[in-house]
């Protein structure tokens, strides 16, 4: 069992950042930021895929260039680091952690869930 707490979501203006954290019990194999936007689908956002001894990062192309995954394993806690803010960004985001494989964007893959924090972006 994996549990998850996610912090950091808050109201900014666009253009802004926010850092969102995740406090994992312990990591998968794969860990993940998720969003959904109200009336939307639950999206993935970006992911840390870890095996045969390499680490990689993926990211939704419509957040490229603009968040950052990250993890610090001594801390036990999963960042994605968001910048130029847009107002196509306001949703829930969650983090999550899967075991199993398939497509990093496939909510099916993961196993555990946070609660969710909330993100809302401003003109």
């Known amino acids: 069992q994996v549990q998850l707490v996610e912090s950091g979501g808050g109201s900014v203006q666009a253009g802004g950042s926010l850092r969102l954290s995740c406090a994992a019990s312990g990591f998968t194999n794969c860990m993940g930021w998720f969003r959904q936007a109200p009336g939307k689908e639950r999206e993935g956002v970006a992911a840390?895929?870890?095996?045969?001894?390499?680490?990689?990062?993926v990211y939704a192309d419509s957040v490229k260039g603009r968040f950052t995954i990250s993890q610090d394993s001594a801390k036990a806690t999963l960042y994605l680091q968001m910048n130029s803010l847009a107002l196509e960004d306001t949703a829930i985001y969650y983090c999550a952690a899967g075991h199993g494989g398939g497509l990093w964007t496939e909510t099916a893959r993961y196993n555990y869930w946070g609660q969710g924090t909330q993100v809302t972006v401003s003109s």
């Open positions: 840390i895929i870890s095996g045969g001894g390499s680490t990689y990062t």
